[in-house]
């Protein structure tokens, strides 16, 4: 899933402190998931919103709704009736709900309440890590389907490097090492000789060196 | 010979190499790089100039390593893949040789977190061991990673670090393998302390025959101080001091802990000249380049062959 | 500033802090009236958004009350509640509340006369502090229908 956070109170109050309504966003999907832009959190913003902005005088209307999916365009075709209402729209959804929002109401200012920040799991309850960058062209079919793109610091195809201590990177021991996580993994496959394999430097071009990436499926696409 | 590596000759005439290390400064001073250069003169074989050394903003390698090049040095241009992409390094290895540089260490470099700009992007194109393949096919096909044909290939003779030391350890002479199959000349290692953990190492290096497909130089490291032997031992990643080497330390008073670092200095490289497939060493006098005239000597490495 | 009666919330754990509440009625100990209890099958369904609520409507103080630890009747919810509070105070840093207006606090259903004691001590903790900064803010609002004088 898509992982956020919610930024700052301080930040979010400077966006808003210039409207009298607002339309304070969430969605269903992923951030709901990782409790930082769902119903719920929709609910605390509002109320953190309003206190902060009570105490220093001023009032501020907040609607709160929370869209099924922002980053589809028959979900936030359900706001239509609403938007009319509002001087803005503050949405909890990752940057892809946000730029949705933009691109189909024009007139509106549109901010984001969350700082988007990574492709990842759920590692135990209330923990969530990285583990996809999206780097278009999947290889964890040769590192025992553990990737070294988004789980090591240095981004190493070949292998750990001299920091790499007790299974732990070598910028924190809170941060694990990827190659050691594969070495193991290979191991436990029998399938060591992958690790001698050189992985030639890697094409960046469909993990977005090439420019902002779209997919077609000529048999879906209208 | 694959090149006119200074460095190439010695090894490949069957000398004890002799490397040491120049940090270039922070600061627009070349007069400190030449300072530092006069230290290593004669001395040893190459002088390493890192790249931006612990993520820290220096002096440029290649403008380091021109400069030592102008005192009559022979530099070792060190490359991080840290901070450029492989553009800008093959353009930065074509200006290298341009300018006289033959020799050359590929590394991955220090995370930016440990350095002076932890908020810089960490660049990793490509990694250490794909920018010793980039500079060996730039030099003996020479071509560049997009294929074209370079017209006046450089001819590097090129170097990777290994680190017996980190974990796990299995991988680590497996490693070794892969940097010598992607092409590596010749490979420094890690500051040595724990010899015995060294040798058990080079067991496995020479078991599958790696030290004659590539020249291997020790490092080791003269410590200054009490205060350093423990900072090396916890605060470094992938560093093994053992508690000897503390304690040995700690036993003279602090007036006497350089002569006893450098004591220690000098009889790891005694004990490791007796390691199979030890080809030379590399002394890493961290801003302590002054000294390093006085371990080569004692530990019987002097003068430096003429090849 | 004399006249000033703190409203307080306590969220009530129903297999302690309830029925300690009850055990201090029953025992004729007498608390301050400003406490208002709302009854939770555990402390741990209070939901940070309650707290925050309690707080937007005015509150001057909330707590949570539940299980001593180790005895929750569902096993561990009296430490999520208090991980709970724990975050929440964090927000009120960010939205402007002093933290100490909120509290995390545990006591068994026996505890009748700590029911009462806790609920005095809270109470005069909060009348010291006055005011929230938020109930003064609604006052100043709706000046004719508030009962906190303020300045």
């Known amino acids: 899933m898509i992982t956020a956070e919610r930024k700052p109170l301080e930040e979010l109050i400077e966006y808003v402190r210039p409207f009298k309504r607002i339309l304070l966003l969430g969605c269903n999907e992923c951030v709901t998931v990782c409790a930082a832009g769902g119903r719920k959190e929709v609910g605390l913003l509002a109320s953190g919103l309003h206190m902060a902005l009570l105490k220093s005088g001023s009032t501020i209307e907040i609607r709160e709704h929370t869209l099924e999916r922002q980053c589809d365009p028959e979900y936030v075709e359900e706001l239509v009736p609403m938007i009319d209402g509002v001087d803005a729209i503050m949405s909890m959804a990752c940057g892809c709900g946000v730029q949705e929002l933009a691109r189909r109401f024009k007139g509106k200012p549109v901010f984001p309440a969350v700082n988007t920040k990574f492709m990842g799991a759920s590692e135990r309850q209330g923990v969530w890590a990285e583990r996809c960058q999206g780097c278009g062209d999947c290889l964890l079919g040769k590192t025992g389907g553990i990737c070294p793109i988004a789980r090591c610091a240095k981004q190493l195809m070949n292998g750990p490097c001299g920091g790499s201590t007790g299974g732990h990177c070598e910028i924190g021991d809170d941060v694990d090492c990827a190659w050691a996580l594969i070495w193991e993994r290979l191991k436990e496959l029998g399938q060591e000789e992958r690790f001698v394999e050189i992985m030639p430097a890697k094409d960046w071009r469909p993990g977005g060196g090439s420019g902002p990436r779209k997919i077609i499926r000529e048999d879906l696409a209208e | 010979m694959k090149t006119d590596s200074r460095l190439e000759k010695v090894l490949a005439a069957g000398h004890l190499a002799v490397t040491s290390e120049c940090g270039p400064p922070r600061g627009a001073q070349p007069d400190k790089v030449r300072e530092k250069g006069r230290y290593l003169h004669g001395i040893v074989d190459a002088v390493n100039v890192t790249d931006n050394q612990t993520a820290m903003v220096r002096m440029s390698s290649l403008a380091a390593s021109v400069l030592l090049k102008q005192e009559g040095l022979n530099p070792l241009y060190q490359l991080v893949t840290r901070d450029r992409n492989r553009l800008a390094m093959q353009a930065d290895i074509l200006g290298a040789y341009s300018l006289g540089i033959d020799t050359m260490l590929c590394l991955s470099g220090d995370h930016t977190k440990f350095g002076d700009h932890p908020m810089a992007m960490n660049v990793h194109d490509i990694d250490s061991i794909q920018l010793i393949q980039m500079v060996k096919a730039m030099r003996d096909e020479g071509i560049f990673q997009g294929g074209a044909e370079i017209k006046g290939a450089p001819k590097m003779f090129i170097g990777a670090a290994a680190n017996p030391f980190a974990d796990p350890f299995e991988l680590r002479v497996l490693r070794l393998a892969k940097k010598i199959a992607a092409g590596a000349d010749f490979i420094q290692t890690q500051c040595i302390f724990n010899v015995d953990k060294f040798e058990k190492w080079m067991e496995g290096v020479c078991a599958r025959g790696l030290h004659k497909k590539c020249y291997i130089l020790a490092g080791v490291t003269p410590i200054k101080s009490l205060g350093a032997a423990r900072y090396m031992k916890t605060r470094v990643p992938g560093m093994d001091v053992p508690q000897e080497i503390v304690d040995r330390m700690a036993s003279v008073p602090k007036e006497k802990q350089p002569e006893e670092g450098i004591n220690i200095c000098i009889e790891t490289i005694e004990r490791l000249k007796k390691v199979e497939g030890v080809a030379g060493f590399h002394i890493m006098a961290i801003d302590w380049e002054e000294k390093v005239k006085e371990i080569v000597e004692r530990a019987g490495l002097l003068p430096r062959p003429q090849v | ?151």
């Not at chain 3, 004399?2 to 009625?25: K, L, S």
């Open chain 3, 1 to 151: 500033m004399d006249t000033f009666e703190p409203v307080i919330v306590a969220f009530c754990c129903h297999y302690c802090a309830y029925t300690a509440a009850d055990m201090a009625g029953s025992q004729r100990l007498t608390y301050p009236s400003n406490v208002k209890i709302i009854r939770v099958p555990c402390s741990s369904k209070v939901d940070a958004l309650h707290i925050v609520k309690a707080f937007e409507m005015g509150a001057d103080g909330v707590y949570v009350a539940g299980c001593l630890e180790g005895d929750c009747h569902f096993k561990n919810g009296n430490t999520r509640a208090a991980r709970m509070v724990d975050y929440v105070q964090k927000y009120m840093d960010e939205i402007g509340i002093e933290r100490e207006r909120l509290e995390m606090v545990m006591m068994s259903a026996g505890m009748g006369y700590r029911f009462a004691q806790v609920a005095t001590e809270i109470t005069e903790k909060i009348r010291k502090l006055g005011p929230s900064s938020i109930h003064a803010a609604i006052c100043r609002q709706h000046v004719d229908t508030c009962a906190v004088v303020v300045e």
